[in-house]
């Protein structure tokens, strides 16, 4: 990840020293600017502050433990997807780029549910420790040039997740689960919100859709292609929302 260009630097409110005016870089992101965008005093480097405004930071001063910005910050970052993303738990060594994604596209809310053909072993992994789990929300808004957090909600039991909870939190949106079978036409450029279920490889099991279809969950396909859930999820929502 080091030499992936940052396209904006996060700034966090502990990094502030002098209200809103002026920041402290140190650390992944001071050795980013320093080695891929060679940054030097005078030059000016997009930032935003999380969940706030976009803007500059003009570099002040450098030296091997730090930077210290001039900010200034006067633009909305952009809107957020109108969705949210219920996914089975992926294999650990596929969650952090999926967490990227959504996270790029603008995803805001994303539940981490368990299912059949969701191994237990994966509910264990270091992937799902609240340090890695905020590190690729901030690469994925590093990414995008936006600011905003997604939230991640962990739901280890499918039945009442499903049945007590899916229900108001997909209340006034579309609701679909992306399933090759059984299924209409996933739609294309919806007008509104979407709640938007996704299996894990190999699919929701049959007792599953049923009860994703007693809340109201219509099964959608692409088409005949099986995709792996790091191609679907970019696909799903770009058809959605093409101008995300």
Not at 85 to 107: C, D, E, F
Not at 158 to 172: C, I, N, R, T, Y
Request: net charge neutral.
């Amino acid at each position: 990840m080091e030499h992936i260009r940052m396209n904006l630097i996060l700034l966090f409110d502990d990094d502030f020293t002098q209200g809103q005016t002026t920041a402290r870089l140190t650390g992944r992101r001071l050795r980013h600017v320093k080695e891929v965008h060679r940054a030097k005093v005078g030059d000016t480097l997009t930032v935003g502050r999380l969940d706030g405004n976009l803007g500059t930071g003009e570099v002040l001063s450098m030296d091997k433990d730090a930077m210290e910005l001039a900010v200034s910050l006067d633009a909305p970052p952009p809107p957020p997807l109108p969705l949210t993303l219920i996914l089975a738990l992926p294999r650990p060594k596929v969650l952090n780029r999926v967490i990227i994604a959504a996270t790029s596209m603008g995803v805001k809310r994303l539940v981490l549910l368990n299912a059949v053909r969701v191994e237990k072993s994966f509910w264990q992994s270091p992937r799902l420790s609240e340090e890695n789990l905020l590190s690729q929300r901030v690469l994925g808004l590093e990414q995008a040039k936006d600011t905003r957090l997604p939230e991640i909600l962990l739901k280890n039991r499918f039945k009442p997740f499903v049945e007590d909870e899916l229900p108001a939190m997909a209340v006034g949106t579309e609701k679909l689960a992306a399933h090759p079978y059984d299924a209409v036409p996933c739609p294309v450029r919806v007008d509104g919100p979407v709640t938007l279920a996704v299996g894990p490889e190999g699919g929701f099991i049959p007792y599953e859709m049923d009860k994703l279809k007693e809340a109201g969950f219509q099964a959608v396909s692409m088409g005949e292609r099986i995709l792996r859930v790091e191609s679907a999820i970019p696909a799903l929502l770009s058809r959605l929302y093409p101008t995300f």
